[in-house]
Structure formats: C-alpha cells, structure tokens
C-alpha cells in the first residue's frame, strides 16, 4: 500500500513540477506545454512575492467570473544546453492582450522587465512588429526562468513561441506579404463595390462597402497593426465588432429580401443589430473603467449569441435556397456555411471549451477574403439578373402600352372599315339590281368583282397593320420604308380627327431588316404627339405634319416635323422621362417618350433627337438599315 502511495507521489510530482524547455540549435519552439499559471493575488504584484506559490498547468482554476478583474501569472524555464550563447524572442499575438508585463530572472533577479498590450503598446520592439516581441539572451548551459503577468478575459489563452532573429526575419517577410495580399484585396473589393453602388443605387452594394471596411479595421486590430500604424485610435478594434455585424446584418436583409420574405426573421435580425451596437458600447466602457468582470460576462454572452445569430442567418439562406428555390440564396448558403464552420472555431478558442493547434485567426482571415471576393462576383451576377428583370418589365411596359391603347385601336378599326363595308354593300345592291333588271352584262359582272376585290384587299391591308402593330413575335424581318410608313399612317387615320395635314415625302423604296412592330409603335407615338401638339393650335392657323426619309450607309433617318404649339424649353430635359407629361391625366400617361427612347435608343441601337422652337418641333429618329439579332428584351 505505501509502495503506491508512493508511486502515486511521484507521479503527481511529475506532472505538476515545472518542465523546463531546453533550446540548442532549432528556430523555433512551441511554449505551450511548458508553461504554468497562478492567480495574481494584487493587481501591482511583483516576481518577488512569488514565492511559496502554487502553480498549475492550466488556468482553469480561475477562469471563473469572481477571478475576472485578477491578473494572472505565466511561468516559463528556459535552459540553453548549447555551448554558445543564444538569442530569442518570445513572439505572441496582440488579440484580447490588455496588459502584459514581461519578466526575464536569472539567478533570482530581474533583468529584464518590459510593458506591452493594448493600453501600454511597448514602443521600442523589435522589427517594428505588430506582434509582441520580448527579447531574451541565454548563455551557454545556463537556465533562465521568464515570467508574465497578464490581463486580459482570462480564458483566452494567450500562445508563445520562442524563435530565432533568422526564424523572424523569414517569418515577416512572409507574414507581411500575406497580410498585404489580404488587405489589397479587401481595399480593391470595398472600391469595386462602391463603384457599383455609384452606378446602380442598390443598397445591398453600400452595406456590402460597409461591412468590408469594418471586417477590415476588425482584422486590423486583431493583428496588431492599429496599435503599429493607429495607436490613438485603437478604440475602434472595438467599434468595428459592432460595426462589422450591423452591417452584415444589413446586407442579409437586404440581398435576400428577408422584409418581404421572411419578415419575422428581418425582425429577429433588427434585434440583433440592437445588440450587437449596445454591446460594443458597453465592452468600450467597462474596458475603460477596467471592470473586467463585466467584460468577460459581455465577452461570454456576445460570443454564445453568435451562435445564435449563425444559425438564424445560415438557416433563412438554406430555407430560402433550397424551399424556396432562390439562386441568390444558393450561393450564400455555401460559403456562409464554410465561414461560420470556422468562425464557430474561435469563440470555442477563445472562451477556452476547445484547444485546436490549428491557426483558426488566420483560416477564418483567409475565409473572409474569400467570401469577399466570392460575395463580390455574385453581387456581378446579381447585377446580371437586375439588368434581365429591368428588360422583362420593359418589354411588359412596351406590350401594356400597346393593349392600353386597344379601345382606341377597336375605334381605327371601326373607322377604317366603316366606309369599305359601305362600299361593298353599295356594289352587291347595284349588282342585285343590275340582275333583276337583266342589264347585268359580263363586263359590269367583271367590273363589280374588281371593286368588291379592291376593297377586300385594301381591308385585309388593314388587318395586316393592325397585325404588325401587335405582333407578339420578335424576329427580324424585311420590309420597306414605305411599307412602315404607310401602314403607320392607315393606323393613325381614326385619330386623326381635325383631319391634321400629314405629308408623306416619298421617297425610292428602301428595304430594311428590323422589327417592324417595334418601329410601327415608335412612329405612332411621334405622330400622335405631333397631333395632339397641332390640335391646341388657332383653328385659323394652317397646321401639317412632315414626315421625310434620309439614309446614310448604315443608317435610315426618320423626321416627324408639325408646326404645333413647340416644346417649352425648361421642360425639355424632362420629356423623356417616365410619368412626366404636360397632357391632360386623362388624355396621356407620360410613358410614350419614354417608351420611345427605350425601343429606338435600348433595343434597336439607334438614336432618338428632339428639337423644337416656339412653332416647330422636329424628331430624327437614326435607325440602323440592319439590326442584329437579340435573345431577349
């Protein structure tokens, strides 16, 4: 029995007593298993009354909240078993590290004692680096002891590495050029996306801009560099926590249209906004106030809601991708399960529940430029699915405009026909009478034929307009100028109630390949307009409207000139827009230039130009003699 109470003794002994890390010719060094740790029973406790203290290989002993506002102290033995002197540096990241003092002891005394953290940036390390250095010499076979008293939330562990000078020289220029691809790349996707909103005024682009600069000033000041380049400014390390999520938040609810969507969860994310902003700002305060046990239970609460808020975000995108078969959703939904697989990493670390060797900073660093340049391209793609919406809901206005104007259409038809059907009824009744009276000859017979096929054919002429008015189809075809014109013309009769003045110049026939429903639209607006302008006109004054045909080699150019009441000049710079009309409600809408200009200018590539004095307003219309060929419009 006391043969292993011994045994047990020993083993307890051996695995409680502090290791010492022997150094000889390597670079570098994990410290992690050599070091030991005790609760620090004042804040301005010294080496000295160390002694007689009880030291652990873990800090779980005061990792509770009542030990939060409490430093703690690091020991480490170093013994050099090489026969020449050795120099190191004991590196260590600059994250959640409040205060540290650093304390190198050889043979009991201090000879080294150095201040560094977040409030106390020792201004005099080495390299200039962002991380923090501390210096140590050891000589030959001899054994040093380096202890650290820390602040910071005390269940982060806070990892050394001892290295060689030549081991950070390599490591900084690796180190440097990867954190300045990762920076670039943040700047150059922040710039791209602000660009974009200039352009198109979508909001999603502007909280995208937002949320990529704070994730930038967020990594940042995990790494150091605020307190390397922006020591006065290092409060907003904490900000960007806040800042980074709002706007995350933001760009969710509105590149996935959770308002409208899922508006209970756009509800539950407003909350989350709320949070995160009245967090921050309290971790800001009793940072300042250096009340650490409030910090921590902020720290602890903020990092078990974010499980909270990964979840909610990952599962609305899963729902909404593969539910409701949203493609926008479907690309999120994989790289936002990548990035919070990782990030769920951190917290873990950094509440100390798991202890992965792994470096999850950088990863997760790694996976943010990623996501960003992933969320940019699709942002492109998103622009793609705008630009195709716009065009659908163009085309829809251009075929609603024309079924607006079906009563009036059911009128020209009426009209147009009403006086042929008058005609074929006035030769079948002298046809009939003709016969009864047996003065029906073979040539009246044949004469009587001729007129009743004359008009027919002048009826089916009109239906073929009316036709090409609201063709559905849209293929090119091959047709004349005069034909166009016209057939317009036949339409625009009805309207033409004062019996306006049209002019035709002919014009030798010129063929063109476009899409004449597209061309008979435009022309009827133009001329419409002209008569409306015309019709507000002195009944004594004489009133026309010109319509004359150009060409160039490439190019057939339409001009509708009227001599009618004129364009005022201060609105002329608003006559193409939508909804915007001097007419009467009940007589126009304001689309029809509007219309006009998105036909000739968007969808055939030509031109529309309007100018106009007091008495004469002229409209060009620059069409191409060919028009290729499009998919969709």
Known sequence: MLKILLFVSLCFTHFTMAKTLETNQKQNYETKEYIQYTLAK?????????????????????????????????????????????????????????????????????????????????PNREFNANHMLFPLVIEANTEVEVYFKIRNYNKININFSLVTQEYLIDYYQTYNMIEGIFFGGM??????????????????????????????????????????YFESQTYLFHLSTACFFVFLTLFVQSILKLKTKLPTIHKILNFFIFYFIA????????????????????????????????????????????????????????????????????????????????????????????????????LAYNINLIENEKKEQERLLVQQSK??????????????????????????????????????????????????????????????????????????EEFTVSQLITGTLNLVASTNRQQINIQYMEHPDITIVSYRSELIQSLLIVINNAIDACSNQDISTETRILISVKTTDKQ??????????????????????????????????????????????????GKVEITSSKKVTNCNLYIPITVKKRNTF
């Open 279 to 378: 967090s921050t700002l309290l971790n800001v305060y009793v940072l300042k106030v250096e009340l650490f046990i409030y910090a921590q239970l902020i720290f602890n609460i903020f990092f078990s809601m974010l499980f909270i808020f990964a979840i909610i975000i990952i599962g609305s995108t899963y729902y909404l991708a593969y539910v409701k078969n949203d493609n926008i959703a479907k690309f999120y939904s994989v790289i936002w399960s990548l990035l919070a697989l990782m990030g769920m990493f951190l917290p873990l670390q950094y509440l100390n529940i798991i202890s992965i060797d792994i470096p999850a900073d950088y990863i997760f660093q790694f996976l943010t430029l990623v996501e960003v340049l992933f969320f940019s391209f699709i």
């Open 556 to 605: 057939l150019i339409l001009s509708i000139e009227d001599n009618g009441s004129g364009i005022p000049a201060n609105i002329m710079d608003n006559i193409y827009d939508p909804y915007f009309t001097t007419k009467h409600k009940a007589k126009g809408t304001g689309l029809g230039l509007y219309i006009l200009k998105m036909i000739i200018e968007e969808n055939l590539k």
């Open 42 to 122: 004042e804040l301005n406790e010294t080496v000295e009354k160390l002694s007689n203290r009880t030291w652990t290989h873990n800090k779980k002993t005061f990792n509770s909240l009542k030990y939060t506002n409490h430093a703690y102290w690091a020991k480490l033995n170093i013994k050099n078993i090489a026969n020449n002197n050795q120099k190191y540096y004991l590196k260590a990241e600059n994250q959640f590290t409040y205060k540290i003092d650093y304390y190198l002891v050889k043979n009991k005394k201090i000879v080294k004692h150095i201040t560094d953290g977040v409030i106390s940036k020792n």
């Open 403 to 476: 079924l607006a104007s079906m009563g009036e259409v059911i009128t020209m038809i009426a009209h147009q026909w009403r006086q042929p059907l008058s005609e074929i009824n006035g030769t079948v009744l002298n046809l009939d009478i003709d016969y009864h009276k047996q003065q029906l000859t073979d040539k009246k017979f044949t004469n009587y034929l001729d007129s009743i096929e004359l008009t027919t054919e002048y009826m089916s002429q009109t239906i073929d307009d009316f036709m090409n008015y609201f063709k559905h189809n849209k293929e090119l």
């Open 187 to 228: 700047l150059l996707m922040m710039l791209y996306n602000l660009f974009l909103y200039a352009l198109f005024r979508i909001r999603a682009y502007l909280y995208y801009v937002g949320y990529v600069f704070w994730v930038t000033v967020y990594f940042i000041g995990l790494f150091g560099f605020s307190q390397r």
